[in-house]
C-alpha cells in the first residue's frame, strides 16, 4: 500500500526550472513536486543534472529561468536564513576548517535558529545531543573532523545536518565513503525521519536497489530532464532502466522487501559462463 499522500500541494516544488553552469545549460524546463512527508530518491547516469536540481530546490544555486517554490513562494524572495530554518542540505563533498571538531560541526547546524548575539540555548544544546545520538557520533564528539576515517566523517556531516532541524532534508550521495553496515544503518535513519517525524527527504543515490528497498517516490534524470516519476515498482522496469542508464537488465522481486531488484544482464564471455553455470546447476 502506498504511504504518499499526493493530494497535498508539495511544499518544495520546482516549475520550468532551467540551470546552467557557465553558459551551459544542465536542466531545462524542468517540472518537480516533492511529495510531502516521504523519502524522494533522484536517480540518474553522472552528468544528468541530480546534484544541480538538489542545490537549486536548497536555494544554492539562482535558477536560469523558472523557479524554486516553498510555500508557493520563490525561494529567490526569501532570506537566505529563512530558507535554511525548512530546508538542510547536505552536499557532496562537503569541507571544513582544518581543526575543527565533530561537535563544533554539529553546532554549526543551529545557525539558522540563532540570533546575531543570541546566546547558546538549551534547544540548541538539545538538538545537537539528539543529532549525536542519532548519527552514533557521541565517542567522535571531541575528535577532529580530519582525523576521522571517511565514514566518520561522513556521519558527522549528516549530524549537522540533523541538528538544524529542518523539515526538508536535502542529501547528495549520503552514502559515499560509507560501509555496507554504515550504509544501512544510515539509510534506516533517513526512513525513520520520515516515518517517524515526517521529515521531507530527497536523496540523489546511485544503488538502484537501495533506492527501491527505502524510497517511495523515485525520479529519473537524463539529459537534464524528467524520464520517469512514481513509485519504485511503478518506475523501476527494465526499459525505463535501459532508457536511462543504456544498461539491459532483468527486474525480479527483491526476496527480502518485494520491492523491484534490478539485475544487469552480462555480456560477452561472462555471460556465456554464467549461462553455462546456471544450466550446470539446474542438471
Known amino acids: 500500500m502506498s504511504r504518499l499522500d499526493l493530494t497535498q500541494p508539495p511544499s518544495l516544488a520546482a516549475e520550468r526550472l532551467s540551470l546552467s553552469y557557465g553558459g551551459t545549460t544542465i536542466v531545462a524546463g524542468l517540472d518537480l513536486a516533492v511529495p510531502e512527508r516521504a ?20 536555494g544554492l544555486l539562482a535558477p536560469k529561468s523558472g523557479a524554486v517554490l516553498l510555500d508557493g513562494r520563490s525561494i529567490a524572495d526569501r532570506p537566505a536564513k529563512e530558507t535554511a530554518r525548512r530546508i538542510g542540505i547536505l552536499s557532496q563533498g ?3 576548517p582544518e581543526g575543527l571538531t565533530v561537535l563544533d560541526l554539529i553546532r554549526q547546524g543551529r545557525y539558522p535558529h540563532r540570533s546575531l548575539f543570541g546566546r547558546w540555548s538549551q534547544a540548541d544544546e538539545d538538538a545537537c545531543a539528539q543529532a549525536l545520538r542519532l548519527t552514533g557520533t557521541g565517542a567522535l564528539c571531541d575528535r577532529p573532523l580530519d582525523s ?3 565514514g566518520q566523517r561522513q556521519r558527522a556531516w549528516i549530524a549537522m545536518a540533523l541538528a538544524q532541524e529542518t523539515d526538508i532534508l536535502l542529501l547528495d550521495e549520503p552514502t559515499t565513503f560509507l560501509d555496507l553496515t554504515h550504509q544501512i ?3 534506516d535513519l533517513i526512513a525513520s525521519l520520515v516515518d517517524e517525524r515526517g521529515t521531507t527527504v530527497v536523496a540523489v543515490l ?7 528497498r527505502y524510497a517511495d517516490h523515485m525520479v529519473f534524470l537524463k539529459a537534464g530532464k524528467i524520464a520517469a516519476t512514481g513509485e519504485p515498482g511503478q518506475v523501476i522496469t527494465a526499459q525505463v532502466v535501459e532508457q536511462v542508464f543504456g544498461v539491459a537488465t532483468s527486474i525480479v522481486p527483491d526476496p527480502v522487501t518485494g520491492t523491484p531488484m534490478c ?3 552480462a555480456k560477452g564471455r561472462r555471460a556465456g559462463r554464467l549461462r553455462g553455470d546456471t544450466e550446470g546447476n539446474r542438471a
Request: hydrophobic share 45%.
Open 39 to 58: 523519502f524522494t530518491a533522484l536517480l540518474g547516469p553522472n552528468g544528468s543534472g541530480k546534484s544541480t536540481v538538489l542545490r537549486a530546490l536548497a
Open 94 to 96: 562537503p569541507a571544513a
Open 148 to 150: 576521522l576515517s571517511g
Open 185 to 187: 544503518e544510515l539509510m
Open 206 to 212: 546511485h544503488d538502484l536497489n537501495q533506492a527501491a
Open 263 to 265: 539485475i544487469p544482464r
